[in-house]
């Protein structure tokens, strides 16, 4: 009877008992054996970066600095870097000596237990002795002196066994990325011997240089590899040391033309995990159509930028890309892509798109060579004249000069590259001068393959029907040489611009500025300024692609002056007209924010700003423009990228 009752007071108990310590048991076979049984267990990252450009007294290097910042920025990122912003510690140029980098470490050691993580990214020299053999990164304050019978000397350099036992326990997890010269994986198997959980990840062979290119480097595709959710090749949510290398040795191989073989070694490169996959939230496929062959051929269709956002590439079926977005957004083309012309920096190409219909275009840049002629005159008193001849007659100015540069930089931002933009200012902007640079754009002249040629002149203008030198109205821009002896000699006919020069010039878009009194006379009984305000609402509305193609299509001759022929141009303020074409170009004269200004978009701007200043003193300024159909139907533009 008693042993009954034992039985069941106590039966129980023992059995919970068991199962207590059964389940203790299983838990802590989990928490020690996790990560070799393949289980996730939670720990934390650390990671030291390290970059050395300018070394106290060894050859400097170029971008090793701007390699360490990146990857501190890639692996602590919020959205899925492992390392928190207080778990790490990143040692540039003079920072990162032998004492600091023991001393980093050190503390890491402190911190971790065996189931953490410890990632060290070198980026700097290193040093190969077969003699020893040992690796010998070369810290900031190191010293480096040669015997041929003991081999190199390397005061205050560190080896990378040195850095593993300083950092971690016997079982403690170390990654090590090294992007220099001579690392390579040589020595990871007597590492091994004594820390079992050490992966090593190098730019090269330990035979082999690595380029000092921050562009073309072991680093600049490590980064990619670590933002592309595809190279997550075994599907576990994180791109792990071999899958980064999967990635990255192709890309080195194909670039250096098989000279540098990045490698990587260690039993658990598998499971180096060194940040978690980022994830694609949605896919857009675009077809480049006939423009597939020249955006292939500039090996540029693997990523592409557009509005800030990445586009990396999938997969290609025959013209279509389909390209990946790791965004957050949840309306992929509507927040993507904007309205209108989104830009491709590096591409003379566009993508087009229109959020009614959900259609995306490829346009294309219609220019491919683009000149520009910006003349302007301030000094008509000739005060700085190295010729020292007597002023011109006419008022100083003290604004076209300055004006000018700023139309240069508006034009740099629009395509026009810098060596295509000739400026003529002050004693340099004579007569000749400027027949002899309009004439290089004549047929079998040096700038005969221009395709778009933008001509300004800022400065004075004059009827010289007026003076009693032409039978009838003659307009004339003043140029710095004029001589009112001899004044239809020594200034530029506006007429000679609009016949002779428009007939010869080769390019098939040219647009003609004047920012001058009696500029009007350059378009006599050709004027467009009247436009009804019906008209003007036209040109607010969005438009199909293929209405502004056929602006591309034909010849043009179009002309923006600052008044009409019986009009003195506006001076307030330091040229309103020159300034209103500046901010016209610069995006305010896109009407429908399209991100294409149109010659009619930016004539109307101008006209009203030019009109509302005159306005506000009470004067009439009226503003026109013209397309001269006898050179073709076409009108210029100007690619900027949408705004909405």
């Known amino acids: 009877m008693k042993s009954l009752l034992y039985n069941f007071k106590y039966g129980n108990h023992i059995r ?78 003079d920072n990162a000596t032998y004492n600091n980098i023991k001393k980093v470490l050190t503390d890491f050691k402190s911190k971790m237990s065996d189931n953490d993580d410890l990632i060290i990214y070198w980026s700097g020299h290193a ?40 950092s971690i326990n016997k079982d403690g997890h170390l990654m090590f990325i090294g992007d220099g010269c001579n690392i390579g994986d040589s020595l990871i ?32 595709y490590l980064i990619q590899a670590l933002q592309l959710p595809e190279n997550d090749l075994d599907g576990d949510g994180f791109i792990s040391m071999e899958e980064a290398h999967n990635y990255v040795y192709r890309k080195i191989l194909k670039d250096t033309k098989f000279k540098q073989h990045p490698t990587v070694a260690g ?47 999938k997969s290609i079926d025959n013209a279509t890309i389909s390209y990946s977005v790791n965004s957050e957004k949840q309306t992929p083309k509507e927040t993507i892509f904007k309205n209108g012309l989104n830009q491709i920096p590096g ?9 009614k219909n959900k259609k995306l275009e490829i346009f294309e840049n219609p220019y ?44 740099k931002e629009l395509g026009f590259p810098d060596g295509n933009i000739i400026t003529l200012f002050e004693d340099n902007a004579t007569v000749a001068n400027i027949e002899n640079i309009l004439k290089k754009f004549y047929v079998g002249g040096v700038y005969e393959k221009t395709d778009r040629l933008f001509i300004y002149f800022g400065g004075h203008g004059i009827d010289l029907g007026k003076i009693g030198t032409a039978k009838e109205k003659s307009g004339y821009l003043v140029t710095y040489d004029y001589d009112k002896s001899k004044p239809a000699l020594t200034s530029l006919r506006m007429k000679d611009l609009t016949d002779k020069h428009f007939e010869s010039i080769k390019a098939k878009h040219v647009l003609l500025t004047i920012d001058s009194c009696m500029a009007g006379l350059a378009l006599p009984n050709r004027l467009e300024g009247n436009k009804s305000e019906e008209e003007v609402q036209e040109f607010k509305k969005f438009k199909e692609l293929a209405i502004i193609r056929n602006d591309t299509i034909s010849p043009s001759r179009n002309v923006l002056v600052a008044g009409t022929k019986d009009q003195l ?35 109307i701007y101008v006209r009203n700003e030019v009109a509302g200043e005159a306005a506000k003193h009470n004067i009439n300024q009226q503003v026109n423009y013209a397309t001269l159909d006898d050179y073709g139907g076409g009108k210029v533009l100007f690619l900027r990228g949408s705004r909405k």
Not at 383 to 389: A, V
């Open 189 to 220: 198997s007597k590492l091994m011997l004594k820390y079992p959980n050490v992966s090593v990840l190098s730019a090269s062979k330990q035979d082999e240089a690595t380029p000092d290119d921050p562009k073309d480097s072991f680093t600049h």
């Open 16 to 93: 919970v008992v068991y199962i207590f310590y059964l389940l203790t048991t299983l838990f802590l076979l989990i928490v020690i054996n996790g990560a070799d049984c393949g289980i996730v267990v939670k720990k934390t990252t650390y990671a030291l970066f390290i970059g050395i450009d300018n070394y106290r007294s060894i050859q400097k290097l170029f971008g090793a600095v701007h390699d360490a910042t990146e990857m501190s920025k890639i692996l602590s990122n919020k959205s899925n870097g492992l390392v928190e912003p207080d778990n790490y510690v990143i040692l540039k140029d």
């Open 347 to 355: 591409y003379a190409m566009s993508l087009w798109y229109k959020g």
């Open 267 to 313: 039993k658990n490169i598998h499971r180096a995990h060194l940040i978690k996959a980022p994830q694609d939230i949605f896919t857009i496929d675009i077809d480049f159509g006939e423009n597939f062959q020249e955006i292939s051929s500039l090996g540029g269709y693997d990523e592409i930028n557009v509005n800030g956002n990445t586009l990396k590439k």
């Open 368 to 411: 491919k060579n683009s000149y520009a002629l910006i003349i302007a005159v301030d000094d008509y008193e000739r005060r700085n004249d190295t010729l020292k001849r007597k002023g011109t007659g006419f008022k100083q100015l003290g604004f076209m000069v300055s004006n000018g540069k700023k139309l240069k930089n508006t034009l």
């Open 569 to 603: 141009a506006l001076e307030l303020s330091g040229g309103v007209f020159t300034k209103a074409l500046i901010s016209g170009l610069e995006g305010k004269a896109d009407l429908n924010e399209d991100g294409i200004i149109q010659f009619d978009e930016l004539s």
């Open 127 to 166: 040093l190969y002795d077969e003699k020893e053999p040992e690796l010998f990164l070369i810290t900031y304050d190191t010293y480096i002196s040669n015997d041929n019978k003991t081999g190199y000397n390397t005061h205050n350099s560190i080896t990378l066994m040195d850095m593993v036992e300083l």
